[in-house]
């Protein structure tokens, strides 16, 4: 069976643990959101790193929120 991430992708998320660990790892685009505490969101920012890389990472999932926010308005 095929990897479903590459070693480039598990590289980054791997140095982005250790920049959470050290508290160096900031949320938002410019970095300016604060320091990344929680455990998921600092894989999630390896893998988004990864993508940007060219890694083999597979597409982001769509959320829940995106569906529901297309609803139409009742008159």
């Known amino acids: 069976m095929a990897r479903k991430y590459s070693k480039g ?3 980054s998320v791997k140095s982005a643990m250790h920049r959470r660990k050290k508290g160096t790892l900031k949320r938002g685009k410019s970095g300016h ?3 990344v505490k929680s455990r998921r969101q600092a894989i999630a920012i390896g893998l988004s790193e990864a993508r940007k890389k060219g890694a083999k990472v597979p597409p982001k999932k769509s959320s829940s ?5 297309s609803r139409r308005k009742s008159s």
């Open 65 to 69: 929120r995106k569906k529901s926010s």
């Open 33 to 35: 959101g604060g320091k």
């Open 9 to 11: 992708a598990s590289k």
